[in-house]
T-cell receptor, first 111, second 113 residues
């Protein structure tokens, strides 16, 4: 089945540690996105990529990094510089100008 | 700057009733107006969307009404069912702006028997 796979579903991070969240899509979409969701709030855009080897900062990029070496993959690294990383992270993809399709998220918690 | 205001924050509707959720925006460059549905522990899923060239779009029990001059659009769920209980988000975007969605804060809908 075509879709977006995020892994792991749950992730725990120690203080001062970088962690990487995986996002893979087999929809052949050019664009991919990372959002953060906090309780009682809408989704906020962290980074997006419209094409391989190119990506742009979203509204809350500080403390995060991404890469886009392959069309189907867009991993997100939450660095130790992100002081409040506990959140639900969602990855999405789309064709140009088309609707975004979301994965089922990764919930990150701090130990 | 809050570009998208969604209301109400929560809504309780009886089974068979009509659920109405509203979204007001400021950015006149928005040209795509979707509603997403999210269940707990899942990612949002596109429910219905409209472009500004029409004022209303209906898909089954779900209708979007769009008022360009007022910069508002709303979601109407007819004959609401317990399975519709979820969080709903409006998320307008500008296709000339990288197709970035600007999410509202969400509406928690509960449909009671």
């Amino acid at each position: 089945d075509g879709g977006i796979t995020q892994s792991p579903k749950y992730l725990f991070r120690k203080e001062g540690q970088n962690v990487t969240l995986s996002c893979e899509q087999n929809l052949n979409h050019d664009a991919m996105y990372w959002y953060r969701q906090d309780p009682g709030q809408g989704l906020r855009l962290i980074y997006y990529s419209q094409i391989v080897n190119d990506f742009q900062k979203g509204d809350i990029a500080e403390g995060y990094s991404v890469s886009r070496e392959k069309k189907e993959s867009f991993p997100l690294t939450v660095t130790s510089a992100q002081k409040n990383p506990t959140a639900f992270y969602l990855c999405a993809s789309s064709i140009e100008g088309g609707p975004q399709h979301f994965g089922d998220g990764t919930r990150l918690s701090i130990l | 700057q809050q570009q998208v205001k969604q209301s109400p924050q929560s809504l309780i509707v009886q089974k068979g009733g009509i659920s109405i959720i509203n979204c007001a925006y400021e950015n006149t460059a928005f040209d795509y107006f979707p509603w997403y549905q999210q269940f707990p522990g899942k990612g949002p899923a596109l429910l219905i969307a409209i472009r500004p060239d029409v004022s209303e779009k209906k898909e089954g029990r779900f209708t979007i009404s769009f008022n360009k001059s007022a910069k508002q659009f709303s979601l109407h769920i007819m004959d609401s069912q317990p399975g519709d209980s979820a969080t709903y988000f409006c998320a307008p975007s500008s296709t000339g702006g990288g197709n970035k969605l600007t999410f509202g804060t969400g509406t928690q809908l509960k449909v009671e028997l």
